[in-house]
RNA sequence: GUUCCGGUAGCUCAGGGGACAGAGCAAUGGCCUUCUAAGCCAUCGGUCGGGGGUUCGAAUCCCUCCCGGAACGCCA
């Protein structure tokens, strides 16, 4: 699609060309916030002045003179320090209206970008629920993902189940000692085991299914698979709820049970990667700027997670992906390196592993923050989000912030259904557009949404909201590109804004019919895109509130 | 001690080399006989943790110190 930001980069480039005989790799095209200093503007003029020695100013004045015509370009003018503002025809701008109209939720669609993009998230171990923790990372992997796929990538999501290590052990022990204690035995729950209420609940379900059984044979496997089946499911219930979704559930236990993990140790040995060391095998992390040779193998012969990590990694790089990116939370950070070492003494590609960190989410309620312990089985779960303060809010509201930065969550704030919650003020500009069509249709106003120019839009107000139009596509692929979500929730709420503001200044359902259906057609456009950008982190957009 | 995050308005957070530092909430004052007041309009509010440096230009980059969170296992 020819944007106008295109457009205006390539005049700049051949200017560049005729002024200074410059060829610029890339010219940064930015939209000001002060309307003043046009509708788009170049900062190029200041960033080739270290470059060619010469001052900004002088430097942006010979851009400008050599800038061929278009008609796209109303004015052009040069501000101190060196910024060059594009003034753009007013028809121009107001195009984009019927382009939106016209590509619907294809309005911002990247180009195919041909590039295949794993995105594994949440992948919490099946031993409880979710808690608030994983919750911001669902939100995290669901939003990215779609946002790239709008984007122009391919994109696969999946969740790494962890079902076959000591902690499945401990889940299979924990579930039995909950069982042993339905029958009144004296059966502690073992010091590595798990203690929240699902585990009671899935002994429960044991045995009103096979009442006493296990209590003379041996229940280990069926307590595992029942545990980990159970689990899931809730998991899945729940995240389905957050509207998150995956493409793939990949489970470590067939990891072992294809081989693939042995296959990899073996891989590894045979390239000479590890050593023996007091009994155990280390993998030589080290070549790949980890700061200390990692245990592989323990030396009583059990694998440490590292091993099935990278054997994972290995599968997955193995199905074709171009990239990979995990989104683990911050207290794996000290994880990454010998992960992407693993990765890349396995596949011998370097940088195919990129790892996005979430920091730390506090909960607070009654001003005081809620101590999280997932031993003591006291956790927030994302269900308890979901029933306390709902799918739309805490979506919008994990969404608004950067992965790395620290957040709290004041749950007394977020359950408030008010203005105080920002995702309402982005889902009422929705309603309030779907309330006009409805007020429009019972009035049984005529107006036609398929005018091929307009004659009577105009006013600040107006061009507030084709800017932001106009500025959507450029959105998607910033986000896309630097996996920057919480731009989505913060472009909603501008556009919103203008949304607002017109709404408070114009009267959308005029008179005239001619007005009325320009309006009504800025009006579709703006619904369409906040529906769409919302449906990129996960919010719904109704039709009334 | 080392590593990774963070410290910006009363609170929660954007901005992460460029034009006067932004938003929400909170606070103050206006606006519902007109398409939804979950709204609009206006006002108030900041030594960008401290100190050095680099730059035409620093909240942004570098150094250093302080504060908070996390991680540094043959746990996952």
């Not at 003034?87 to 294809?106: A, C, G, M, P, S």
Request: hydrophobic share 40%; net charge negative; proline share 3%.
């Amino acid at each position: 699609m020819e944007t106008i930001e295109k457009t205006l980069r390539n005049l700049v480039k051949e200017a560049l060309a005729n002024a200074f005989d410059h060829e610029a790799d890339s010219i940064h095209i930015e939209t000001p916030a002060d309307k003043s200093h046009g509708d788009y503007a170049t900062n190029v003029a200041m960033t080739l002045a270290g470059v060619f020695r010469k001052n900004p100013l002088d430097i942006a004045r010979g851009i400008v003179a050599e800038l061929p015509a278009s008609d796209v370009v109303e004015r052009v003018e040069v501000k101190p320090p060196g910024f060059i503002n594009f003034f753009i025809d007013k028809h121009v701008l107001l195009d984009v209206i019927r382009t939106v109209l016209r590509d619907k939720h294809d309005y911002g669609k990247g180009e195919d970008k041909s590039e295949h993009v794993n995105i594994e998230y949440v992948s919490a171990n099946p031993t409880g629920s979710l808690h608030v923790g994983h919750a911001r990372g669902a939100a995290a992997g669901d939003s990215l993902a779609r946002i790239m796929k709008k984007a122009g990538y391919r994109v696969t999501r999946e969740f790494y189940v962890n079902d076959g290590g000591n902690q499945i052990a401990a889940l299979a022990r924990s579930i039995e000692a909950r069982y042993l204690q339905l029958f009144d035995e004296d059966a502690p729950i073992p010091a590595d085991g798990y203690h929240g209420e699902e585990i009671k609940e899935i002994a429960r379900r044991i045995k009103s299914e096979h009442g006493d059984r296990f209590l003379t044979e041996d229940g280990h496997e069926h307590f595992r698979k029942f545990g980990v089946d159970h689990l899931m499911k809730n998991m899945k219930e729940d995240l389905a709820a957050f509207r998150v979704d995956f493409d793939i559930f990949a489970s470590e236990l067939t990891l072992y049970e294809k081989g693939e993990v042995e296959a990899t140790l073996a891989k590894l040995e045979e390239q000479g990667l590890t050593y023996e060391k007091d009994g155990a095998v280390f993998l030589r992390t080290t070549l790949k700027d980890d700061e200390k040779d990692r245990v592989i193998v323990k030396s009583d012969g059990s694998y440490t997670y590292l091993l099935p990590d990278i054997a994972y990694h290995k599968n997955k790089l193995e199905r074709g992906y171009d990239k990979l990116v995990d989104i683990l939370g911050g207290d794996h950070h000290g994880y990454i390196p010998r992960l992407k070492a693993g990765g890349e003494m396995v596949t011998g590609k370097k940088g195919v592993l990129e790892v996005d960190i979430l920091q730390m989410v506090r909960v607070i309620q009654d001003g005081q923050e809620l101590k999280l312990s997932k031993r003591s089985g006291k956790a927030i779960t994302l269900r308890d989000l979901i029933d306390a303060v709902g799918t739309d809010a805490v979506r919008y509201f994990f969404a608004r912030h950067s992965l790395n930065t620290h957040m709290d969550l004041d749950l007394d704030l977020a359950m408030r259904q008010t203005n105080e919650n920002p995702v309402y003020y982005a889902q009422y500009a929705h309603a309030r557009i779907c309330s006009i069509f409805r007020k429009a249709k019972e009035e049984g106003l005529p107006f036609d949404l398929g005018l091929a120019d307009f004659k009577t839009l105009a006013g600040e107000k107006t061009f507030d909201l084709v800017e932001k139009l106009g500025a959507y596509p450029a959105l998607i692929e910033e986000a896309a590109q630097k996996r920057i979500f919480h731009k989505i929730p913060a472009y909603i709420h501008r556009l919103a804004q203008s949304l607002h503001s017109f709404y408070g200044a114009v009267t959308v359902l005029a008179s005239c019919e001619r007005e009325r259906s320009e309006r009504l057609m800025l009006l579709e456009a703006v619904r369409i895109v906040i529906e769409d950008a919302l449906g990129l982190i996960g919010v719904e957009a109704p039709d009334k509130m």
